[in-house]
């Protein structure tokens, strides 16, 4: 039933997309923006879906205030931890 259900599904006509992104200025290797925070999902008409869980799936259901603060909060933590921006990298 389940898996029906799944095939049916695959078979929509509509296109979507989803994506918020978190940027974070950096200062100490890069002296850009840097991509800290990604987090998206689709569903393309032909039963294709792709997502980039961070931290989670849906691309909408969290404030813009909380994607904020998630972005400064690994910022943070990778300066404090590295003392330089090693694990994020401009676009």
């Given at each position: 039933?389940?898996q029906?259900n ?21 200062t ?35 404030s813009?205030?909380k994607?904020i ?23």
């Amino acid at each position: 039933m389940i898996q029906e259900n799944a095939e049916i599904a695959k078979d929509a006509e509509y296109s979507y997309w989803g994506a918020k992104e978190g940027y974070a200025y950096d200062t100490t290797l890069y002296n850009d923006d840097v991509l800290v925070y990604n987090n998206s999902e689709g569903y393309d008409k032909y039963g294709n879906w792709t997502w980039i869980e961070s931290p989670r799936s849906d691309a909408y259901s969290v404030s813009n205030t909380k994607k904020i603060n998630k972005t400064i909060e690994l910022y943070n933590a990778c300066i404090v931890t590295y003392g330089y921006c090693e694990l994020y990298s401009p676009d």
